[in-house]
């Protein structure tokens, strides 16, 4: 009604997509021959399906002045509409092509689609109206099926060939009552077929009934690659959340959880059926770590939005694995908690990475212990040792005091022997390689071992001098097997005798001999 007033609208926007009003049929109708003497009224279009590179297609096939993607901010709208109406111009008429070897059926189509609003152009030749369509590209070819030159149906296969407008109309007039033509040209891909005779308005229907459809099958179509990209991009998301690095859950007020992601589950050794709403986050973490947890969600119950934390999680099989975790509240708009979000970061290599750290400082710091034990203690054996050697020259030889002062001189050598070996161990480099004398070695240990372990251990060695050589650090191989003596010794907490024995052995698959050092006690085991 507004369109047929005295006072048309000056410009008309709509969206093609209103629940109360069918858009789509708007434009169409704006563009029809019932409305053509408001065909200079432009026309904006609102949508939020199509994406900014669809807009062309459908701003030109529903004879559209602009279509704007919403969301779009005001002041976009409000250019686009001011530009509209600055610039806005009259909408393309369309062309047609009419081909018939009779004179009447040209004048028709030439004088009635003329007052209809297209541009006409004719020919009486088929062959010349296959250069007039290969040159022009016409939106509307209306073929005679009684072509006198030509084939019609050949006429029809060429222009089908050669047409470069997927939305252009193809209508075929006949007289002929033959169903088989129109089978065969439905075949071809024509778009209608009109028996004669027939009226420019019926023909106009037909026209905009095919272009309707063309329309709509593109729309179709942009509809179909949309879900495709939507449905393609939900699958990316739902695999970046799934198989993130990450570990994400969701829980309710309660505890219980309500979503978690694929990396988490994995760690924990559960599937979906076993842990979504059926354990809270406190059934999987330790009773120290659910202190925490329940701590942190109190505060997200009274003022927190974001907290985060280091907790201790329980798998499956029963082993602790640490977490840091930040959880975010999700609240309604009275600030009451709905549910929190939680990201999970697996940092059990870091916490063993901490661990060897602190070994290493604390060897460092055994090292430096070692070194100020053996500096001072050699300090005291020196003068030991040598007041007892002075001594042990002022009685007979054969005297008990003489004696007394060569077991003394002998203790203090041990001692200092001993010293130097706690040297040695607290200065070699650990990545140092060498010759080494597993025999030397065996002996030294031996040694150390007999002057530290309780009298009721008795320490043997077993030495096959052709295997005693090796390439490696002494430092390692005795730390090695003073470690393999100190387990034995704990194996024997009422005594016994521990065994360290050297052999050269060739082993299955190998033809190299190998030095194979063993350490034997005769506990009952730890």
Known sequence: KSVHSKNPPDIIITD???????????????????????????????????RNLES?????????????????????????????????????????????????????????????????????????????????QPDVTILDHGLSDAKATGIVRRIMSERRKPDSVIIIITDSPDP????????????????????????MECIQKARREHLLLHIVD????????????????????????????????SGL??????????????????????????????PSSVKKGKAMLEAFLSSENILSGELEFVKRDGTVMPVVIQSMAIKDKDGKLVSCRTIVQDISERKKM???????????????????????????????LANASHLANEFPKDSEECAIMKDIVSAARRGADLVKQLSVLSHQNEQHRELVNLKKVITQTANILRNTLDANLWVETRVDPEGSEVRGNPVQIQQALLNLCLNARDAMPDGGKLSIVLEETIPPGHTERFACVSVIDTGTGI
């Open 56 to 136: 062309a297609s459908i701003v030109t096939g529903f004879g559209l002045n602009a279509l704007i993607v919403l969301p779009c901010e005001p002041a976009l709208l409000n250019k686009t509409i001011q530009d509209t109406l600055d610039n806005a111009k009259r909408i393309e008429i369309l062309s047609a092509l009419a081909i018939s070897s009779d004179k009447d059926v040209l004048q028709h189509l030439s004088t009635g689609l003329g007052l209809a609003g297209l541009k006409v152009a004719t020919t009486n030749k088929g062959t010349e109206g296959l250069d007039l369509f290969k040159a022009g």
């Open 180 to 203: 088989d033509h129109l089978i065969e040209y439905i075949q071809l891909g024509i778009d209608s077929y009109i028996r004669k005779p027939f009226t420019i308005p019926n023909l």
């Open 16 to 50: 093609l997509h209103d629940a109360e009003m069918n858009g789509w049929r708007l434009c169409l109708l704006m563009r029809s021959p019932e409305f053509l003497q408001n065909k200079t009224i432009p026309m904006i279009a609102t949508t939020s399906v199509f």
């Open 257 to 286: 959880i309500v979503l978690m992601n694929a990396t988490e589950l994995k760690w924990l050794g559960y599937t979906q059926d076993e842990v979504i709403n059926k354990k809270t986050v406190f059934d999987i973490q330790t």
């Open 354 to 384: 901490e661990k060897q750290i602190l070994y290493a400082q604390r060897m460092e710091s055994t090292k430096a212990l070692v070194e100020g034990v053996a500096h001072n203690f050699n300090n005291i054996l020196t003068p030991v």
């Open 222 to 253: 942009l509809l179909e690659a949309n879900i495709k990209s939507v449905s393609k991009a939900e699958q990316q998301l739902r695999d970046l959340y799934e198989n993130a690095p990450l570990g994400y859950h969701v829980i309710m007020p």
